[in-house]
């Protein structure tokens, strides 16, 4: 003869039999409990910080403009291309502190990064790991459009060892005979890169993409509660 109950042991080894109903409120508790831990961390690791940073505004510096300045049209095309690239799957967009990596040390910022430096990133392009450098701070570190261009048509002409793949498609070769003037956008290639005959010219969208990356420069020293706060109520 069988039954639908179930049966355990308690400490002192006497068995003890549960209920089919039960053993349903038991796994609607955890249920319930699952649930409740879920949500309680949607809210505290995301609906809530998402409050606190859409309630930011620019800032205005003590030597004068506001922070984050708006990006030019330029720049702003070219963060579509950074995204259309990819770029975000091997480069960060995070200085973190020392407390939890060597990205000061590196380098890669004059301090870590706060909140307020994404006030007009929609989205903000953290990355998800770092294959290659951060480049929160590219524009500062690299200020060069040459080097920027260099560095997208061929990595080894900047960066030797570098894993990164060449961009090669962002450029278009333009024969050098009947030219009368060099053209615009031409990059100046060391000798064992450059095309035969030809001037490598950056394309638009070569053009728009570097305007992105020269406008990240977060070296601005912003007030005392910027750097902390997210509630723009602390903040100078």
Not at 110 to 138: C, F, H, K, Q, W
Not at 151 to 178: A, C, D, W
């Amino acid at each position: 003869m069988t039954t639908n109950d179930s049966s355990s042991r308690d400490e002192d080894g006497t068995q003890v039999r549960i209920t089919p109903s039960e053993s349903m409120e038991r796994s609607l508790l955890i249920a319930l409990g699952v649930l409740a831990t879920v949500v309680a961390s949607y809210i505290g690791l995301i609906q809530i910080p998402n409050w606190q940073v859409d309630r930011l505004e620019p800032v205005e510096l003590e030597s004068g403009g506001v922070y984050p300045p708006e990006r030019s049209q330029m720049a702003r095309r070219g963060k579509e291309v950074y995204e259309d690239l990819g770029c975000m799957y091997c480069h960060s967009q995070q200085v973190r502190q020392n407390d939890f990596g060597s990205d000061l040390s590196r380098g890669w910022g004059m301090r870590a990064s706060v909140p307020l430096d994404y006030v007009r990133e929609e989205p903000p392009l953290l990355g998800t790991m770092r294959t290659g450098p951060d480049l929160r701070n590219i524009g500062a570190r690299q200020p060069s459009k040459q080097w920027h261009y260099m560095h997208l048509y061929n990595p080894q002409t900047t960066s030797p060892g570098s894993i990164m793949p060449p961009f090669r498609f962002l450029f278009r070769t333009v024969p050098k005979e009947g030219m009368t003037k060099i053209p615009d956008g031409r990059i100046e290639l060391p000798e064992d890169y450059q095309v035969p005959g030809h001037y490598v010219v950056a394309t638009e969208r070569a053009e728009a993409l570097v305007a992105y990356l020269l406008s990240l420069d977060h070296q601005q020293t912003l007030p005392p509660n910027a750097q902390r706060g997210t509630d723009p109520e602390e903040v100078d």
